[in-house]
């Protein structure tokens, strides 16, 4: 246990008085280096809010976030995140939505360039590096825009729902990429989801959120071994953690 | 040649389209024995038109440079003030709500007054322009600065990039596409500004030129002045649609045109 990321008693309140919404909280988790830790909650239990909280983009009503002990004030620079709805822009080709992350960080392109190849290749897109997103399909966006958020090596990677929007085969084919590249590199992932198996497959460890306001029900490590294909998927073990997560969410009416 | 050709191929429906109204309204004159002095007949207008080049050409000189003059000078503030809004929330809360509820008002009722104030000359007419193209531009600018996905938003913050750095990269690139809804707009009511400006007050141009030679019972030359203006009009739209292209080749708008 060396605690890399440490979140204390963190907790969301949105608006004041008659408005007021609990969206999230009181949480503490701590996570550590090289983990793979997935939020899994129905929707609207304040799981992106958290992610957004620990990245620094949204100030927490109470409680803090600290990486390596050092507490986070404003937005957090050596992460790599990634939504829903991508962050590819469209004048831009693939390879230049990559560079536009280094650019932004003003970062030297020339000594990327051999790593911006091989992590397009790594996600089979290298002949698409010169196509521009609106050419591409859902799933073939959703890995570049993983590329774009892995290029500078960041350690700490945040996914807010990146699979959300794609077709069940695409999901398939994506969460094997990701899990390669997570393999590779070993950041450490903050993976917010709603399927259940796909927090499964992925993570060494899996906390469930309760709905809203979002609290810890419970946390279950992935005892597991990597790659987790598809004879994985199929082993009583496998299943069994899915069908004991599903009760869980049973128990609150959410499915 | 090829392109052309393709593009003789894509539009003859549209040509045929033209020569068939043209034909229509040349024949018609005869047919239904309207009077000259009411609607005359195309050939006509070309005719008596051309007697009038010179005069004509002048004029359109005249009345491009106040459009044009008008139009750079609302580009420039419409996009320094809608840039400036959006990034100041002081301006949004006094300058934004100041300028909505000018655009209600129909700019070109002004147009007497600029008259009265600044005489017969150019600058009257260059100040109504920019009225009636100001307000298109700035408002759409705004929205379009205004209407950055909470993603790329939080995409930037989390570089640590400057606030300079994002603008050109980011920020400025993706507003493009609106402002240029507002720019294409007011290129649309840069001439209608011009010619209603030299209809009320002014002694050369094509607006002044229609009104005289409506005076003067010659539709048959006012018709050769609106041709005039037509082409203007068009020039001016067909140069910032060509800066689109130029400008924002990925924008999805543009290539639903060119398929």
Not at chain 1, 75 to 86: E, R
Not at chain 1, 138 to 156: E, L
Not at chain 2, 54 to 80: N, Q
Not at chain 2, 192 to 209: P, Q, W
């Amino acid at each position: 246990m060396n605690n890399f990321i440490e979140i204390t008693e963190l907790k969301k309140v949105f608006g004041s008085g008659i408005d007021e919404v609990h969206a999230f909280g009181p949480v503490t988790i701590n996570i550590n280096t090289g983990e793979f830790v997935s939020i899994l909650g129905p929707s609207g239990c304040g799981k992106s809010t958290l992610m957004l909280m620990v990245a620094g983009l949204l100030d927490s009503t109470s409680g803090k976030v600290e990486f390596e002990s050092k507490l986070v004030k404003g937005p957090k620079t050596d992460i790599g995140i990634m939504f829903q709805d991508n962050t590819l822009v469209p004048w831009r080709t693939v390879k230049e939505n990559i560079e536009l992350q280094l650019e932004l960080r003003g970062l030297n392109l020339k000594d990327y360039q051999e790593q911006i190849d091989n992590i397009l290749k790594s996600v089979s897109l290298e002949d698409f590096a010169t196509r521009f997103p609106n050419e591409l399909s859902g799933g073939m966006q959703q890995r570049a825009a993983f590329c774009q958020a892995m290029i500078h090596d960041p350690k700490i990677i945040l996914l807010d729902e990146p699979l959300g929007k794609l077709d069940a085969m695409t999901r398939e084919k994506i969460r094997a990429d990701f899990q390669k590249l997570w393999m590779i590199k070993k950041p450490t992932v903050i993976f917010v989801t709603h399927s259940i198996e796909e927090a499964v497959q992925l993570s060494s460890r899996v906390i469930l959120i309760t709905p809203r306001p979002g609290k810890i029900d419970r946390e279950i490590k992935i005892d597991l071994p990597y790659p987790r294909d598809l004879k994985v998927k199929r082993s009583p073990k496998f299943i069994e953690y899915v069908n004991s997560i599903q009760e869980v969410f049973h128990k609150y009416g959410v499915i | 040649m090829k392109k052309f050709l393709k593009w003789i191929a894509s539009g003859w429906m549209l040509i045929l389209f033209f020569v068939g109204f043209f034909l229509f309204w040349e024949y018609s004159i005869p047919l239904f024995d309207i009077p000259r002095y009411i609607l005359p007949a195309p050939s006509e207008i070309v005719s008596k038109g051309s007697a009038d080049l010179d005069k004509l050409i002048y004029y359109t000189g005249v009345t491009a440079l106040e459009t044009v003059l008008g139009y750079v000078i609302a580009l420039v503030l419409g996009l320094g003030f809608g840039i400036a809004i959006s990034f100041s929330s002081i301006l949004r809360r006094t300058l934004y709500p100041f300028f909505v509820s000018i655009e209600m008002t129909p700019k070109i009722a002004f147009a007497p007054l600029f008259i009265s104030w600044f005489g017969f000359g150019l600058m009257p007419k260059v100040i109504i322009v920019v009225l009636v193209c100001f307000f298109p531009i700035v408002l759409n600018a705004i929205l379009a600065f205004n209407s950055l996905s909470n993603e790329l938003t939080l995409f930037y913050q989390s570089t640590g990039a400057s606030t300079l750095k994002t603008f050109f990269k980011i920020r400025l690139p993706a507003a493009l596409p609106q402002c240029f809804v507002g720019f294409k707009y007011a290129a649309i009511n840069a001439t209608v500004g011009a010619t209603i400006a030299e209809f009320i007050g002014s002694d050369k141009g094509l607006g002044f030129y229609i009104s005289i030679v409506t005076g003067n019972m010659r539709p048959d030359l006012a018709f050769a002045g609106i041709f005039f203006l037509t082409c203007l009009g068009l020039s001016v739209f067909g140069f910032v649609t060509m800066m689109e292209k130029i400008l924002i080749p990925w924008h999805i708008s543009m290539k639903r045109i060119n398929k």
